[in-house]
């Protein structure tokens, strides 16, 4: 009898220790219907000090700490990345209608992209280090998601700059950073039926029409000839092309022909966004349509 009540009480004490345990365990656990702060992404630096130097880096030093962190928040920066792509766009088609007037339309949105689509400015953002103070959110960890988080971001930048300071110092920044790098425009210019295209130009212009030459060849009757062909108008050659066949040449010369008309290059101008700043403002060169074949 006493051996049982014995055995009884060790039974009981056992489950309150048993009982505590699991209530101690509780007690340090949350809930799980607890709503649980989601930590920033561990590979972004966000500490002050590196956005502190990432702003000086670009010269926007005196824009407010805290806007500028909202501009690298992505997800935060909705309506900073929406106008800044407005901004963005504004100045880069002024600069580019600008600087080539003559520049068709296919061509135009083509240079425009190389220089304000998604691809580019995260690259311009990789190499300002913008990768190093992005903060997002996304469990998504690849290099595409990665690239348009970039590009958002860098399109906030733009937006913030323009809130806070004003049109010119976006200006200037969209300048420094963006369109001040150096792009080839020659091949977004070929068409596909250049020698077509050529003729309704020069019928467009009132020029006369176009007459192929050679200028100058060698191994005709060889297994590897060259052929250079210029194409006139009139006296005036408006492009030269070789190739190993006279239609080669031919093909090549008016496409030369065109990039020579539509990627004409502008030296000396000044922005219409700048016309306030000048004495005796005068409007730039306003090209023509292109032709339509």
């Given at each position: 009898?006493?051996?049982?009540?014995?055995?009884?009480?060790?039974?009981?004490?056992?489950?309150?220790?048993?009982?505590?345990?699991?209530?101690?365990?509780?007690?340090?656990?949350?809930?799980?219907?607890?709503?649980?702060?989601?930590?920033?992404?561990?590979?972004?630096?966000?500490?002050?000090?590196?956005?502190?130097?990432?702003?000086?880096?670009?010269?926007?030093?005196?824009?407010?700490?805290?806007?500028?962190?909202?501009?690298?928040?992505?997800?935060?920066?909705?309506?900073?990345?929406?106008?800044?792509?407005?901004?963005?766009?504004?100045y880069a088609t002024e600069y580019l209608h600008t600087k080539y007037p003559s520049m068709h339309m296919s061509a135009f949105q083509q240079i425009l992209k190389k220089y304000i689509g998604y691809k580019?400015?995260?690259?311009?953002?990789?190499?300002?280090?913008?990768?190093?103070?992005?903060?997002?959110?996304?469990?998504?960890?690849?290099?595409?998601?990665?690239?348009?988080?970039?590009a958002e971001c860098f399109n906030a930048l733009v937006g913030a700059i323009y809130q806070e300071q004003g049109p010119e110092a976006a200006k200037k920044f969209v300048h420094a950073h963006i369109l001040?790098?150096?792009?080839?425009?020659?091949?977004?210019?070929?068409?596909?039926?250049?020698?077509?295209?050529?003729?309704?130009?020069?019928?467009?212009?009132?020029?006369?029409?176009?007459?192929?030459?050679?200028?100058?060849?060698?191994?005709?009757?060889?297994?590897?000839?060259?052929?250079?062909?210029?194409?006139?108008?009139?006296?005036?050659?408006?492009?030269?092309?070789?190739?190993?066949?006279?239609?080669?040449?031919?093909?090549?010369?008016?496409?030369?022909?065109?990039?020579?008309?539509?990627?004409?290059?502008?030296?000396?101008?000044?922005?219409?966004?700048?016309?306030?700043?000048?004495?005796?403002?005068?409007?730039?060169?306003?090209?023509?349509?292109?032709?339509?074949?």
């Amino acid at each position: 009898m006493i051996g049982a009540l014995s055995r009884a009480r060790c039974q009981t004490t056992s489950l309150r220790c048993v009982r505590a345990r699991v209530m101690a365990f509780h007690a340090k656990t949350p809930a799980m219907n607890e709503q649980q702060e989601i930590p920033p992404n561990v590979s972004t630096a966000n500490n002050n000090s590196t956005l502190a130097a990432f702003g000086a880096r670009l010269g926007i030093q005196s824009l407010n700490p805290s806007l500028l962190e909202q501009a690298v928040t992505h997800g935060d920066a909705t309506n900073l990345t929406y106008l800044g792509k407005r901004v963005l766009g504004l100045y880069a088609t002024e600069y580019l209608h600008t600087k080539y007037p003559s520049m068709h339309m296919s061509a135009f949105q083509q240079i425009l992209k190389k220089y304000i689509g998604y691809k580019s400015l995260s690259h311009i953002g990789s190499q300002v280090g913008l990768q190093d103070v992005v903060r997002w959110n996304r469990e998504e960890d690849n290099t595409l998601v990665h690239s348009s988080v970039l590009a958002e971001c860098f399109n906030a930048l733009v937006g913030a700059i323009y809130q806070e300071q004003g049109p010119e110092a976006a200006k200037k920044f969209v300048h420094a950073h963006i369109l001040s790098r150096e792009l080839d425009v020659r091949p977004f210019l070929k068409l596909e039926n250049p020698k077509r295209y050529l003729s309704a130009l020069l019928k467009k212009t009132n020029q006369e029409r176009a007459v192929s030459r050679i200028l100058s060849e060698t191994g005709r009757l060889s297994s590897s000839p060259v052929f250079v062909v210029g194409v006139f108008s009139g006296e005036n050659k408006l492009g030269e092309g070789f190739g190993s066949s006279l239609k080669m040449a031919e093909h090549r010369a008016c496409q030369d022909a065109l990039a020579s008309y539509y990627g004409k290059e502008e030296k000396d101008f000044v922005l219409p966004s700048d016309a306030d700043h000048v004495d005796n403002y005068k409007p730039p060169v306003l090209g023509s349509t292109e032709a339509i074949v």
